[in-house]
């Protein structure tokens, strides 16, 4: 399995970005795919996540109504859209992908994309 990040950026506060994880390797079907970030000095944390066979998401509160997850099945692409964007939002983003229903344990990674907001 491939995990493949693009999109991150040096972005103003108030601005968007939108990443992207290519994935590849295997089907998808009965997994979940999502984003996770990781600043510096602090432990790796979720940002949202979508099942890929129903396109259910979830999404960390600090995110909610900021955040878009999406998918491309034909793609084999998840997208993050960030409106809104905050300095706290500065960190390195990753993509996951788990098999079931939920991503708490990641069983893949992805490079990450660093993502920078400024004030």
């Known amino acids: 399995v491939q995990l493949q990040a693009s999109g991150g950026g040096l972005v103003q506060a108030g601005g968007s970005l939108r990443l992207s994880c290519a994935a590849s390797?295997?089907?998808?079907?009965?997994?979940?795919l999502g984003w996770f970030r990781q600043a510096p000095g602090k432990e790796r944390d979720f940002v949202a996540a979508i099942s890929w066979n129903f396109g259910t998401r979830s999404y960390a509160d600090s995110v909610k109504g900021r955040f878009t997850i999406s998918r491309d099945v034909a793609k084999n692409t998840i997208y993050l859209q960030m409106n809104s964007l905050k300095p706290d939002d500065t960190a390195v983003y990753y993509c996951?992908?788990?098999?079931?229903?939920?991503?708490?344990?990641?069983?893949?990674w992805g490079q990450g994309t660093q993502v920078t907001v400024s004030s």
């Open positions: 996951a992908a788990s098999l079931g229903a939920t991503i708490t344990t990641p069983g893949y």
């Open positions: 390797g295997r089907s998808f079907s009965g997994y979940t």
